[in-house]
């Protein structure tokens, strides 16, 4: 499923070319596509319809766009699901394979939203203000704040950590701890930091703990400026174009290779129902 970064990418292309967009027509072409939403296909495409967007925002892998007009104020929830894209296309264009909406802008563009596997969608949400003060959707306020959100706290994400008796790896992928972390990035971050995933999070120093967090910043950050990573055709910007960032991936995906910092064989291990990989060497299970 798509990161922080893939997330983030997909956030900068939205604004660029939806801020101040009115939306002139929705069409739902499968229904899947809005099942997350309360009052159904009427009720999203009649709330929708007219409205400005004055915005596009982000928390973790959760994205949303502010839309708005005099009457009414709501965040567009966009989930992503494991196949999800937006993309930006002109009118008349010859419709993508997978489909699922398109919203007709008032400039001759469409917003279009193609899943694959109709894991995803779109859901207008009202806000509520969370306990950091900021206003954010009603089914995102659960969620942590990531490392590049303003109001984001390392220590106190660092004591939140030293008070899980869990594998780092997990603490480290549960977002109502810190947020936007996934599989990839979690892998990649634990490598920096050699500490390896299996290892308890109470018997890691708080040191330790911050340095974890900043590489995950990093790697993150460093990604972003690629446009994430793109295994496949799946994840996408909003132009269609993938990301570069698997070049870079130093443990990620690399078993039976030699890591790049020892040289020691790669490997992989099952954690959670998906793969870690992990240097032997690097990464002690004692930390050591």
Not at 1 to 23: C, D, I, N, Q, W
Not at 151 to 166: G, N, P
């Amino acid at each position: 499923m798509p990161e922080l970064p893939e997330v983030e990418t997909v956030r900068m292309g939205l604004e660029k070319h939806l801020h101040g967009r009115a939306v002139a027509s929705v069409e739902v072409l499968h229904p899947r596509a809005v099942r997350r939403h309360i009052g159904g296909e009427p009720d999203l495409i009649g709330r929708l319809t007219g409205k400005h967007a004055t915005g596009v925002r982000r928390r973790g892998k959760y994205m949303w766009i502010d839309v708005a007009d005099a009457a009414d104020r709501a965040a567009l929830v966009v989930h992503l699901g494991m196949s999800g894209q937006m993309l930006i296309a002109r009118e008349g264009a010859p419709d993508h394979t997978h489909l699922r909406i398109r919203a007709a802008l008032d400039d001759g563009n469409e917003l279009r939203f193609v899943d694959q596997r109709t894991f995803g969608g779109w859901h207008l949400d009202d806000y509520v203000v969370d306990d950091h003060g900021v206003d954010v959707p009603v089914s995102v306020a659960h969620i942590a704040p990531d490392p590049f959100d303003p109001v984001f706290d390392a220590v106190v994400v660092v004591d939140r950590m030293r008070a899980k008796h869990s594998e780092i790896k997990r603490v480290l992928l549960d977002q109502t701890v810190i947020s936007g972390v996934g599989n990839i990035y979690a892998d990649e971050a634990l490598w920096r930091a050699r500490l390896r995933g299996t290892r308890v999070a109470e018997s890691i120093s708080r040191k330790k703990l911050r340095e974890l967090i900043d590489a995950a910043t990093a790697v993150m950050s460093e990604a972003v400026e690629v446009g994430g990573t793109s295994f496949d055709s799946l994840y996408v910007n909003v132009n269609g174009q993938s990301g570069y960032f698997e070049r870079s991936l130093n443990a990620y995906g690399r078993e039976g290779l030699p890591c790049k910092r020892c040289g020691t064989i790669m490997r992989r291990e099952s954690f959670m129902n998906r793969s870690s990989y992990f240097c032997p060497k690097c990464q002690r299970r004692s930390g050591r």
